[in-house]
């Protein structure tokens, strides 16, 4: 297909599949998809990391010729996929504990190594704190090793299981269970606080990409493109959580895009440390438009603005577009 | 073949010749020339395809164990004392999947204060953990309960520690007879798992389980571990066959038909307490020795069975429970429940203290005198004990133990002098 498609829905990139070459069409839109993640689940309506982990596990089933193997973190997409005796599961999948899925799915490709199954591959995957936090070390030994790995974190930005206390990926003055709008200064505190896409890069890893759920096309392809490479790759979805940010469940897809548009949530590709490429803002807006739908920050707003507090946050954002390029260049 | 070698070397040998698939290794004392020795073989390519991983941690080491073993592969690892209990969350998670891995557990203590010398506390620590407990008396046992764990193991769908005491059989040089790979191969089978990770059935492997089903769950844990009484002296009676030799089973009586006091005990503490029964018997005293080799599961008819005649039982016993006493003789007395034979409790060789036929001899006729208090701690030094007690009366004063005791025999107290 040479012709340029240029027919958006207002605010997204979608495209009408029957528009684009058959190669370009969205895995999800294939009658042969594999429902990885099949519907019956116990997750809530409009949870963001069920979306993220269908398109991204029928995406890597997709690229991977279905001879996909998982391991899953302790966390909601643990629970709400397995209650026993169901599962929601369509392919081998296994869920050991909560900080050591980045381990498990090592051994997993260790032993497909040695049975000469190279044709089966191996996801793991896990929310923020199982990947940012508990299971940091084993996910940094897998990096370090280069085991042939792609681990997939979808962040919500707190632990969200357990009702939604604070994790090393929550945002500034967002308010948890352990970080309530209460005091001097309400919400999570600043200056704390890690980027694991960023600590993955310094691995030296042959793949780290960004995504999230407002661009699920872009999701697709970052994990199809994991897949066709080999050693440790690492891919942080960016996934709203409508109970624990407080959230409508019809906007998780909106407060996504808010995110990136506003400069909140980089989202980039790396490869071996070194940023290859970055999704440009289309609609720059600033961080209160992202902050005021979600009660998590509802402290920032009302009757007193915390005028100072936002303004923290923005330069926060605007940071992030200046360091990653977020913004299209003006040609000079 | 007749080598003379180190312990922890005859067990690298022992494991390479069970054809592993996955080794995952990460170093601490006194464990360390394990791994290292089967690092060599690997990378030599001595062993055939099998992947040796330098994992980051004892928790990552099991759970790559457990990935590996999940999908398929026969995996193997070891660890001791804080790494044991580093990996903990895993050990128990090992288990309640039904994944054979074998962990060999250089038996050391565990801090604070910080020792790397030898007792049994790391094991005794998970012994609730779901694991087959195999204790090695000697090298050459050791070696042998490596080749009958993977072929237990895989029977069961459980994991097995083999457990050796560190340094005193890790690091000490004897003769072994290290098995050709022909006759390895003649008694254990490959791995064959009944239910792997495999995209061609697709299987869910690990998901929650709760109120409905989970005792049941539980209580099936346990018929496999009793399963395993039954299996545990087959598989020794079938390695006897194969290697001709006597390793493993349950329990090993040593001149008990008659005695009237009867010496329990686990590992290579074994050896001593054996020589000194028999300059005690040459003496005249009627007393004899179980060695217990499978702590989990604890053979309570077999222990009951030997134990029947004696009069009274000494459990020796290289740990113990805080706040309450023995572990082994705990279970020791669970299986003579409603019997009258008093046991006593003797704590011995903690930290790697040197457990001696003296200290032993005048300890084992104290028992046969009826002099043996319920509890008691071989050597202990109660000068610096009743000093820490006293100086406490004195003054309550929070602060470490080991500390507070070196001031007084350590450098501090020479600077005071």
């Known amino acids: 297909m040479d012709q340029t498609v240029k027919f958006y829905q207002t605010g997204t990139f979608t495209v009408g599949n029957r528009l684009l070459s058959e190669e370009n069409r969205s895995v999800q839109a ?36 279905n001879q996909l193997i998982a391991a899953n973190a302790t966390g909601c997409l643990e629970v709400f996929s397995t209650p026993y005796p169901e599962t929601s599961w369509q392919i081998p999948w296994i869920h050991s504990l909560f900080g050591n899925t980045a381990a498990v799915a090592t051994g997993i490709a260790a032993a497909l190594k040695v049975k000469g199954r190279r044709d089966v591959r191996v996801v793991a995957q896990g929310g923020d704190g199982g990947t940012t936090d508990i299971g940091f070390g084993c996910l940094s030994g897998m990096f370090e090793r280069n085991d042939d790995v792609l681990y997939i974190c979808y962040d919500n930005e707190a632990y969200m299981n357990t009702g939604v206390q604070r994790s090393s990926a929550t945002p500034p003055a967002a308010r948890t269970a352990t970080t309530m709008p ?63 940010w407080g959230a409508a469940s019809h906007d998780t897809i909106r407060l996504a895009r808010l995110a990136r548009e506003s400069g909140l949530f980089p989202v980039f590709e790396a490869e071996f440390g070194e940023v290859k490429s970055v999704s440009k803002i289309r609609h720059r807006v600033p961080v209160e438009e992202y902050l005021k739908p979600q009660r998590r920050f509802a402290h920032l707003f009302g009757k007193n603005p915390a005028f100072e507090t936002i303004a923290r946050i923005q330069a926060t954002a605007d940071r992030n577009i200046r360091k990653f390029g977020l913004l299209e260049e003006a040609v000079s | ?124 620590s998970m012994r609730d953990a779901g694991w087959i407990q195999l204790f090695a008396e000697t090298n050459q046992e050791a070696l042998d309960l490596h080749i009958q764990a993977f072929k237990l193991g895989e029977e069961l769908s459980l994991p097995v520690m083999v457990c050796m005491d560190g340094f005193i059989l890790t690091h000490a040089y004897e003769r072994v007879d290290v098995p050709t790979q022909a006759q ?107 060695g217990i080799n499978s702590f989990r599961p604890f053979p309570i008819p077999d222990i009951r069975d030997a ?111």
């Open chain 1, 30 to 65: 294939n009658m042969q998809r594999t429902n990885s993640l099949n519907s019956g689940h116990r997750a809530c309506q409009g949870c963001g990391e069920a979306l993220g982990a269908r398109y991204a596990i029928d995406a890597a089933m997709n690229a991977s010729n």
């Open chain 1, 182 to 244: 209460v005091g001097p200064e309400p919400g999570n505190v600043f200056g704390q606080g890690k980027s694991v896409p960023l600590i993955a890069m310094a691995h030296g890893i042959p793949y780290v990409a960004t995504a999230t759920v407002a661009d699920l096309r872009d999701l697709e392809a970052k994990v199809k493109h994991a897949m066709s490479l080999n050693g440790a790759r690492y891919i942080h979805i960016f996934v709203p959580c409508p109970l624990g």
């Open chain 2, 1 to 124: 073949m007749l080598k003379q070698t180190e312990g922890s070397h005859a067990v690298a040998e022992a494991v390479a010749l069970c054809r592993p698939d996955v080794i995952c290794a990460y170093p601490i004392s006194p464990q360390t020339h394990i791994v290292e020795g089967l690092g060599e073989m690997v990378k030599a390519g001595e062993v055939n395809n099998c992947e040796f991983i330098n994992v980051e941690s004892e928790f990552a080491a099991m759970s790559v164990a457990i990935g590996a073993s999940a999908a398929g592969a026969r995996s193997y690892t070891a660890t001791a004392s804080q790494g044991l209990l580093f990996m903990a969350e895993a050990v128990y998670n090992a288990s309640g999947l039904g994944l054979p891995i074998v962990m060999t557990v250089a038996n050391r203590a565990i801090g604070a204060p910080i020792n790397i010398w030898n007792d049994h506390s790391d094991s005794m």
């Open chain 2, 184 to 290: 390895v191969d003649a008694f254990l089978p490959p791995y064959e798992p009944r239910q792997v990770l495999d995209p061609s059935e697709p299987v869910s492997i690990g998901a929650m389980v709760g109120p409905e089903a989970f005792t049941e769950v539980r209580y099936l844990a346990h018929a496999k571990q009793m399963q395993a009484l039954e299996l545990i002296p087959q598989i020794a009676a079938e390695f006897k066959q194969t290697f001709g030799r006597d390793s493993g089973g349950l329990v090993r009586p040593y001149r008990i038909e008659d005695a009237e006091t009867v010496v329990v005990a686990l590992g290579s503490l074994l050896g001593t307490i054996k020589d000194t029964v028999d300059r005690l018997r040459d003496e005249g005293h009627k007393i004899g020795v179980l």
């Open chain 2, 307 to 417: 134990l029947e005649k004696t009069q009274r039982i000494v459990v020796v016993e290289k740990c113990f429970a805080v706040g309450i006493g023995g572990i082994v003789s705990r279970d020791v007395r669970m299986a003579l429940r409603n019997r009258p034979q008093p046991v006593s409790t003797v704590v011995a060789g903690l930290g790697g203290r040197a457990v001696t036929v003296a200290s032993l001899r005048k300890m084992l006729l104290d028992a046969a005198a009826d002099k043996l208090e319920p509890l008691t701690f071989l050597d202990l030094d109660w000068s610096i004990v009743n000093k820490q007690l006293e100086r406490d009366r004195q003054k309550r004063r929070s602060g470490p133990i080991a500390e507070a005791v070196l001031r007084d025999i350590g450098v501090i107290a020479a600077k005071m002098v």
